[in-house]
């Protein structure tokens, strides 16, 4: 296939446009939501994009074969800290507890800049081959990985910038927000790294005052918010709600995205009313994590070869509800590798793939590819260029095998093409040979 390169001209015709990734529909579609398509490149740059005849293009035009394009990824909920440590500290048992010990014991032993610098990187090599193009990461913050991990974040971020947008936001527990002094240095340190301010929220009995401390931080230093909730199938936990009667309480304004919200699912059904109502007139994004929560919630040990106790229920949780109302909703990678989550590898569509049969992102498709694109994009607070595709906008998208949803989420389609500013990309998946070092001492 040939290169575009910089003020060069070129046409990729006859290939198939999602609906979803369009500002308007100009051609006709079909019951999957793709319209057939001739995309114009020119200086890097979209320069058209216009309804195809479907008849074989002109000689200086590309003949695509009705192939799927998508835009560049957006992963809105990662932990680009944790990733690969699982072969130096693997979850004992599968759970959430002994994800918690594992990456503890990890974290005190092992996180040192060189070692969270080299294990980020080698997952962003990861995440830009397979086409991601704006990602944010939660950052261990309490003391005193923040005095380490957000100095590499930020010089991480400087030697990505151009290839993949990255955003942070410190992960602390919500009770740790009670160290009044220590947390003013903690919003400082964000808010001078232009981070978010993050925490993982439980039901503790002084929740609600300590979410009024974050709230009042966050709007003190003009930050925008992100939290971990519910992630448990506990019905008693409803800090889903009590963070959006606390955006009502302190009147915030900015962008808010919530990760999990497990429990959700479990809770009565005048509950889960009551709280997406709330949900529904706030800020408010919510991001599923199907992969990870997938593995993590209801398993129930012991586990034996043969024998143990089956799952009961998928751990994802209300977007069908939640996007009815109105709800910006995502789905992000999480976890890879890690006591939280054995596998992954930051592939978008292995995420998107997943949560369509997860979560039944289907029949009929509709909108549900927005969760890894625009959607996400918002969350993130990004600008319109990313997650969409629009003439003027960079040329930044994928190019796949796959001409409908079933060809395309049937295979792992590892011979996409990833097109950054109209040039197709050189990158390959590292190899997992480049991290041996980090886990000599282990083995």
Same mark, same amino acid.
């Given at each position: 296939?040939?290169?575009?390169?910089?003020?060069?001209?070129?046409?990729?015709?006859?290939?198939?446009?999602?609906?979803?990734?369009?500002?308007?529909?100009?051609?006709?579609?079909?019951?999957?939501?793709?319209?057939?398509?001739?995309?114009?490149?020119?200086?890097?740059?979209?320069?058209?994009?216009?309804?195809?005849?479907?008849?074989?293009?002109?000689?200086?035009?590309?003949?695509?074969?009705?192939?799927?394009?998508?835009?560049?990824?957006?992963?809105?909920?990662?932990?680009?800290?944790?990733?690969?440590?699982?072969?130096?500290?693997?979850?004992?048992?599968?759970?959430?507890?002994?994800?918690?010990?594992?990456?503890?014991?990890?974290?005190?032993?092992?996180?040192?800049?060189?070692?969270?610098?080299?294990?980020?990187?080698?997952?962003?090599?990861?995440?830009?081959?397979?086409?991601?193009?704006?990602?944010?990461?939660?950052?261990?913050?309490?003391?005193?990985?923040?005095?380490?991990?957000?100095?590499?974040?930020?010089?991480?971020?400087?030697?990505?910038?151009?290839?993949?947008?990255?955003?942070?936001?410190?992960?602390?527990?919500?009770?740790?927000?009670?160290?009044?002094?220590?947390?003013?240095?903690?919003?400082?340190?964000?808010?001078?790294?232009?981070?978010?301010?993050?925490?993982?929220?439980?039901?503790?009995?002084?929740?609600?005052?300590?979410?009024?401390?974050?709230?009042?931080?966050?709007?003190?230093?003009?930050?925008?918010?992100?939290?971990?909730?519910?992630?448990?199938?506990?019905?008693?936990?409803?800090?889903?709600?009590?963070?959006?009667?606390?955006?009502?309480?302190?009147?915030?304004?900015?962008?808010?995205?919530?990760?999990?919200?497990?429990?959700?699912?479990?809770?009565?059904?005048?509950?889960?009313?009551?709280?997406?109502?709330?949900?529904?007139?706030?800020?408010?994004?919510?991001?599923?994590?199907?992969?990870?929560?997938?593995?993590?919630?209801?398993?129930?040990?012991?586990?034996?070869?043969?024998?143990?106790?089956?799952?009961?229920?998928?751990?994802?949780?209300?977007?069908?509800?939640?996007?009815?109302?109105?709800?910006? %909703?995502? %789905?992000?990678?999480?976890?890879?590798?890690?006591?939280?989550?054995?596998?992954?590898?930051?592939?978008?569509?292995?995420?998107?793939?997943?949560?369509?049969?997860?979560?039944?992102?289907?029949?009929? %498709?509709?909108?549900?590819?927005?969760?890894?694109?625009?959607?996400?994009?918002?969350?993130?607070?990004?600008?319109?260029?990313?997650?969409?595709?629009?003439?003027?906008?960079?040329?930044?998208?994928?190019?796949?095998?796959?001409?409908?949803?079933?060809?395309?989420?049937?295979?792992?389609?590892?011979?996409?093409?990833?097109?950054?500013?109209?040039?197709?990309?050189?990158?390959?998946?590292?190899?997992?040979?480049?991290?041996?070092?980090?886990?000599?001492?282990?083995?």
């Amino acid at each position: 296939m040939a290169e575009n390169a910089a003020g060069e001209t070129s046409t990729l015709a006859r290939v198939r446009l999602h609906e979803s990734t369009l500002v308007r529909k100009i051609a006709a579609h079909d019951c999957d939501g793709f319209g057939l398509y001739d995309l114009a490149i020119d200086a890097g740059r979209i320069a058209a994009i216009t309804p195809s005849t479907g008849e074989l293009p002109a000689v200086d035009e590309q003949d695509m074969g009705g192939r799927i394009i998508l835009p560049a990824f957006v992963d809105c909920h990662t932990h680009l800290d944790k990733g690969h440590i699982w072969p130096r500290r693997p979850n004992p048992d599968g759970t959430f507890d002994g994800a918690l010990a594992s990456v503890s014991e990890d974290r005190a032993a092992f996180w040192t800049a060189g070692d969270v610098d080299a294990r980020m990187n080698f997952s962003l090599k990861c995440a830009y081959a397979y086409g991601t193009k704006a990602i944010r990461t939660h950052l261990d913050s309490a003391f005193p990985q923040e005095t380490i991990s957000w100095p590499v974040f930020e010089a991480v971020r400087e030697r990505w910038a151009g290839r993949i947008d990255l955003q942070a936001s410190c992960l602390i527990g919500i009770e740790q927000v009670r160290e009044t002094d220590w947390y003013a240095t903690l919003v400082a340190r964000v808010k001078a790294a232009g981070g978010i301010l993050g925490t993982v929220t439980y039901m503790v009995p002084d929740v609600e005052e300590l979410l009024d401390r974050v709230f009042a931080a966050a709007i003190d230093n003009d930050l925008e918010l992100d939290f971990h909730a519910d992630e448990t199938g506990d019905t008693a936990a409803v800090t889903l709600r009590l963070i959006a009667e606390a955006a009502a309480r302190n009147r915030f304004e900015k962008p808010i995205l919530i990760g999990h919200c497990c429990a959700l699912a479990r809770q009565p059904d005048d509950e889960v009313r009551r709280t997406l109502d709330l949900v529904a007139g706030s800020t408010i994004s919510v991001v599923s994590l199907p992969m990870c929560n997938l593995y993590l919630q209801d398993r129930r040990p012991p586990h034996r070869v043969n024998g143990g106790t089956t799952p009961r229920w998928r751990g994802v949780t209300l977007l069908h509800e939640m996007a009815a109302r109105g709800v910006n %909703v995502c %789905v992000a990678s999480d976890n890879t590798r890690d006591p939280f989550y054995a596998y992954g590898d930051l592939d978008m569509l292995e995420v998107y793939r997943m949560a369509t049969r997860i979560i039944h992102f289907d029949h009929p %498709v509709g909108n549900w590819p927005k969760t890894v694109f625009a959607n996400a994009a918002r969350a993130m607070s990004l600008d319109g260029s990313h997650g969409m595709l629009r003439a003027g906008d960079p040329a930044d998208f994928i190019l796949f095998k796959g001409r409908s949803w079933t060809e395309l989420l049937s295979r792992p389609e590892s011979d996409r093409v990833v097109y950054r500013d109209g040039k197709a990309i050189a990158a390959r998946l590292p190899d997992y040979a480049e991290l041996d070092h980090l886990m000599e001492h282990t083995s």
